[in-house]
C-alpha cells in the first residue's frame, strides 16, 4: 500500500469526520452529491453511531450523502465492503496484469456495479486505485 494525497478540502473534510465520529478516517473523497469515508476495520459503527446519528448529523450539515467503507487488507474483502449490499458471483485477482474482475452472471446486478456511464465503476477504481493500485472491471 503507497501513501495518499489529500488535497486540503479532504484534509479538512476529514478532520470533521474524525472530530464528530471519534474515529480516525483514513481515507475520504467527494464525487458528486455524496462523500465516501474509507475506515479503519471494526470502526464503521463508530462512525455511523447509534441509530445513525453520527451519519444524519454530518449529512445535515455538509448536504451530501455518506457512505461509510470499512477498509480490508485483502484485495477481495475490500471490494466486496465497497459494493455491499451487492453481491457477486465472484472476484478474482488477475496475476501479472494488474487487474482484477468482477464477475456476475446477473444483467441487474452488472448494470448496477458499472453505473449510468459508468459512475459507479468509476468510484470502485478510485478507491481500489489508492490502495492498491489495482483496476477494476466488470464482467
Known amino acids: 500500500m503507497r501513501g495518499l494525497k489529500l488535497s486540503q478540502e479532504n484534509l479538512g473534510l476529514s478532520s470533521f469526520l474524525e472530530r464528530i465520529t471519534r474515529t480516525q478516517v483514513k481515507d475520504c473523497f467527494t464525487e458528486d452529491d455524496t ?36 477498509f480490508r487488507e485483502h484485495l477481495a474483502d475490500f471490494i466486496k465492503n465497497i459494493i455491499y449490499p451487492l453481491t457477486v458471483q465472484e472476484i478474482v485477482e488477475e496475476s501479472g496484469s494488474g487487474s482484477v474482475i468482477i464477475r456476475d452472471s446477473n444483467k441487474k446486478t452488472k448494470s448496477l456495479l458499472i453505473g449510468r456511464d459508468g459512475k459507479n465503476l468509476a468510484v470502485i477504481n478510485r478507491m481500489v486505485k489508492r490502495f492498491f493500485n489495482t483496476e477494476v472491471k466488470v464482467m
Open 35 to 70: 462523500i465516501y469515508v474509507v475506515v479503519e476495520p471494526g470502526q464503521l459503527g463508530k462512525v455511523v453511531g447509534k441509530g445513525g446519528s453520527n451519519i444524519h448529523r454530518i449529512q445535515e450539515e455538509l448536504h451530501k450523502r455518506v457512505r461509510v467503507i470499512e
